[in-house]
């Protein structure tokens, strides 16, 4: 993947989810379907999505509740949700959407309405890893990386849960405390993704910006995820 960028993808019509799946996909972005707005909900409430595609005419629940819905969820009150459709826009669906594409998209509208929304997009080209920076510090010997990253592993689990809490009571103190230790053993595991993804959070900490906080600590987890699965491959 060129990226890390989540995108959920909700649209009760399958052509039109796997069409927005392949063109997202070919250019490197994650993607996650869900057939209606129940699904949307319960999956935005799993997995920490970067920007929603939202079919507005779909059964059951339509794509402007379920969008209103999602919003309520603390970490999605910032994240773009792009409306879908085939019909008309209603300007009064504004202040639940970041934007409006009509249908049928095309690759290019959609890659450009992503790059506008997501910010992500343009900050996210770190790699994940840094091979040789973690063989530096681990005397270049292999078998010693691979024990001090096992041993990064098995503490990311104990420091991010102590680090949300603290986050949670606004203990910004203890939070830079937390993120100086893991961005040390970071940079000895050659960890640049988290690492880099750390350094935002501490940025969004030191503005007192809370809505902000949120958004980075979504990443902060997201890179901590892609960290362990890199590891789980070697």
Not at 77 to 106: G, R, W
Not at 110 to 120: A, N, P, T, V
Not at 209 to 234: G, K, P, R, T
């Amino acid at each position: 993947m060129s990226n890390n960028i989540q995108i959920l993808v909700v649209d009760d019509n399958h052509i039109n989810r796997q069409y927005f799946s392949m063109a997202l996909k070919k250019s490197g972005y994650n993607v996650v379907l869900a057939a209606d707005g129940f699904e949307a909900i319960a999956t935005a409430k799993k997995i920490d999505f970067h920007l929603i595609l939202m079919d507005i005419r779909m059964p059951e629940m339509d794509g402007y509740t379920a969008a209103i819905q999602i919003r309520s969820i603390p970490k999605y009150k910032n994240i773009p949700i792009l409306a879908t459709s085939a019909e008309s826009y209603n300007p009064a669906y504004n202040k639940v959407f970041d934007d409006f594409l009509l249908k049928p998209v095309s690759p290019k509208q959609l890659e450009e309405s992503i790059k506008k929304h997501c910010y992500f997009t343009s900050k996210n080209t770190t790699k994940m890893c840094d091979e040789h920076q973690a063989l530096k510090y681990a005397y270049d010997d292999n078998n010693i990386m691979i024990k001090l990253r096992r041993m990064f592993a098995q503490e990311l689990p104990v420091q991010i849960k102590l680090l949300q809490l603290n986050m949670k009571h606004n203990k910004h103190t203890n939070c830079l405390n937390i993120i100086h230790k893991l961005r040390g053993s970071c940079q000895t595991c050659g960890a640049q993704e988290l690492d880099s993804q750390l350094n935002s959070l501490v940025q969004a900490i030191k503005t007192n910006d809370c809505e902000l906080d949120i958004n980075m600590l979504s990443e902060v987890n997201l890179a901590v995820e892609n960290f362990q699965a890199y590891l789980q491959q070697l």
